[in-house]
């Protein structure tokens, strides 16, 4: 059930970019305009994170990620009638408001039915539908807009998702906190169940920041979604100024050769990461780390190539080291975080991997229009080839996060 909200969510999201190429003909946009409606979405999703992760530790998690799936699909509805600048960024960050309740609320729930056994297959798979999402609102955004018009894509999309809160109020359940701790057998990563009142902000607070490990985790998802968030924003306007592909066409390959890719990788990492973990405290993190450094050669080769075949493999194999690394994003947070302060530490995660990752798409529309080579898709080019960067200060951050995962440090209750 999910499974298919997610999708959704991340549909929603992306049906936007795929129709970048429309509104810079319509409105006359320009790349920073359009990198700034990009950015606007992140901006407030990252804000209202930490919130909705406290929120999500103290009340039923089933209203608030279906409520907002609900106030998120009329958002994506109205995006339909915008006809200026500042709806197109307001509706944005109204859509961000929304969604930034699902993930700290579905990955603490989804933690309640998996113990840290099969928790990363668990969220490997609830992952794969924000590329499921993320294909469908690239590939349909692109189609209505070439077939019907750019802003029937919306009104289709905010309908599926108020239809779909409405038929899950009646199905979707609430496991207790900390569920899958007491029920599975003790592992070097379960923490301990302490008493069920919801810890206070401050609690929560010292709760996910006792070890350096959890900040460390959080900057590198800065890194990471840095590059995400670029390729999720410029790659449709990419293909079609740079390769000359249709819209429709540059939806569709914009998102499938990435995040087909991802959506196969997976469930890959995340049996491997469950299978790491019961050796080692920092098993998951290997998984992650090895995404990001293998990553770095084939986002540089995207911005760098020039050839259509070159382009696609290397968007593929990008796409599939990028699985690596979102296999463990929350999994790993989780082996240091105790269950009642998990909502709160993936709203802080959100906000801060959102937050700094929003960057992404805004330096790279400035870069487009401000840079200094002979035109604005070689200016493009070269920003998204330097972005590669940050995948490898990232798998840094990483490296340090596991030198910094000591048994006794994490968990003075073992013996």
């Not at 991340?10 to 129709?19: E, F, G, L």
């Not at 995207?302 to 080291?321: A, D, E, I, P, Q």
């Not at 990483?398 to 006794?408: G, L």
Request: proline content about 4%; hydrophobic content about 50%; aromatic content about 14%.
């Amino acid at each position: 059930m999910l499974w298919v909200v997610c999708c959704l969510n991340y549909a929603d999201r992306q049906s936007i970019y795929s129709v970048f190429p429309k509104l810079k003909e319509e409105f006359r946009f320009d790349a920073a305009q359009l990198g700034l409606i990009g950015s606007a979405f992140m901006w407030v999703y990252a804000a209202g994170a930490p919130l909705a992760g406290w929120i999500g530790d103290r009340v039923r998690r089933k209203d608030l990620i279906l409520g907002g799936c609900i106030f998120w699909s009329l958002i994506t509805a109205l995006t339909g009638s915008c006809q200026k600048f500042w709806h197109f960024v307001t509706v944005r960050g109204l859509e961000g408001f929304g969604e930034t309740f699902y993930f700290p609320a579905s990955v603490s729930l989804m933690s309640d039915y998996h113990s840290p056994r099969t928790r990363s297959r668990a969220l490997s798979w609830h992952q794969s539908s924000v590329y499921a999402g993320t294909i469908l609102g690239g590939w349909l955004g692109a189609w209505f807009a070439e077939n019907r018009g750019w802003r029937i894509g919306f009104y289709f999309f905010g309908s599926a998702g108020i239809v779909l809160a409405i038929v899950l109020y009646k199905f979707l359940r609430e496991p207790s906190r900390g569920a899958s701790e007491i029920i599975d057998p003790p592992s070097p990563q379960s923490l301990p169940r302490e008493k069920e009142e919801p810890l206070r902000f401050n609690q929560a607070m010292a709760a996910i920041f006792r070890t350096p490990v959890a900040p460390l985790l959080m900057l590198a998802f800065v890194c990471a979604n840095f590059v995400a968030t670029i390729f999720l924003t410029w790659t449709p306007t990419f293909l079609v100024e740079k390769f000359q592909f249709k819209l429709t066409h540059a939806g569709l390959s914009g998102a499938v050769f990435i995040h087909l890719a991802s959506a196969l990788a997976v469930p890959i990492a995340g049996g491997l990461a469950d299978k790491l973990a019961r050796r080692m405290a920092s098993g998951r993190m290997w998984v992650q780390g090895a995404g990001l450094l293998a990553g770095f050669a084939f986002v540089v080769m995207v911005g760098r190539t020039s050839n259509v075949n070159v382009l696609l493999l290397s968007m593929t194999v990008f796409g599939f080291c990028k699985g690596f690394y979102d296999s463990g994003i929350f999994a790993s947070l989780f082996d240091v975080v105790e269950p009642r302060a998990r909502g709160t530490a993936a709203g802080i995660m959100n906000t801060v991997g959102w937050g700094g990752g929003a960057l992404g798409p805004l330096v790279v529309g400035l870069a487009t229009k401000y840079g200094h080579k002979g035109t604005a898709i070689e200016n493009m080019s070269a920003a998204i080839a330097f972005a590669g960067l940050a995948y490898l200060l990232g798998a840094a951050l990483i490296a340090a996060a596991i030198v910094m995962m000591r048994k006794k440090a994490l968990f003075p209750h073992r013996t």
